[in-house]
């Protein structure tokens, strides 16, 4: 997919989307914006963003249609650290329930005069359709098997901070790539910003025509992993699948499972991701995804600087100085 290089002026580049709908449609320098954005708003002391004022008077709106504990929580979070009044809405015990569509829900929750709608939802494209409905800006925070960007956005924000560049680097993805969002961000994020990047689980969990992203394919993770300087441990979404993708939970941990004999292969900086929820002793055991190459918690707690970023853009004032 072609993206036009967003306006610049006097070498900087001038943020002009007023929705977030995914990684595929954003220019590299988009991306680059976003992570030095976030990393503005990364606090080194403390233990959280410091707050700031960006977003006064502004409301930002969760619609949750599907159920979310990290991003959730952090965007509404996000939110509040920059000054915005929220609104939390989920579907569960709402007018859902009665009949009313998604576009009305948005479209009445929209009336109360609402700046920004972070929306998550079981079906890929449903962000995208409310973004051409309401008048305010939208954020996707998860949309089927289709993307996830602001996870893409703080696993790529999390690389970066680690590793120190992105450019060059190998990241394996593991696990259920048909299913996953988490993984489309990913592909899409990181080769636009110059990653190698392999895919890898079973062929029944891997989109036949994957390949056309850009991305290699392999099916045996032993072959791959001393190659690879990350490695993002995707969860098997049994909530989007058919049965009988795999014969059994237990062979699929020995065959894809991180645990620590296989670690011992990966090269020793080896960084390990998870966007979580993680299935201890699936699709990593206890010891690995609380040992030292882990940056899970590391990751949920960039989550808030991205999504800090994020928001700032889409609908801010200026950083204070
Ligand atoms: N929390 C992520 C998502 O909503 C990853 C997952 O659920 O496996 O896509």
Known sequence: MKVDLPARESGKMIWTRRHLLGLEELHPQEIVTILDMAEEFTDS??????????????VVVNLFFEPSTRTRTSFGLAARQL???TIDFSSSGSSVSKGETFIDTAKNIEALGIDLAVVRHSVPGAPHLLSQHLNCGVVNAGDGAHEHPTQGLLDIFTIRQVKGHVEGLTVGLVGDIAHSRVARSNIHGLLKLGARVIVCGPSTLIPPTVERLGVEVAHRLDDILPLCDVVNVLRIQFERQ????????QEYSR????????????????????????NRGVELTPEVADGPNSAILKQVKNGLAVRMAVLYLLAGQPPEA
């Open 83 to 85: 000054g915005a009044d």
């Open 45 to 58: 002391g403390g233990n959280r963003p410091r707050k700031r004022t960006n977003l006064r008077g502004k």
């Open 255 to 278: 065959l894809f499972g991180m645990h620590s004999e296989r670690l011992r292969r990966a090269k020793p900086d080896l960084l390990l991701l998870a966007p979580g929820p993680i």
């Open 242 to 249: 058919r049965s009988g993708l795999f014969p059994s939970i």
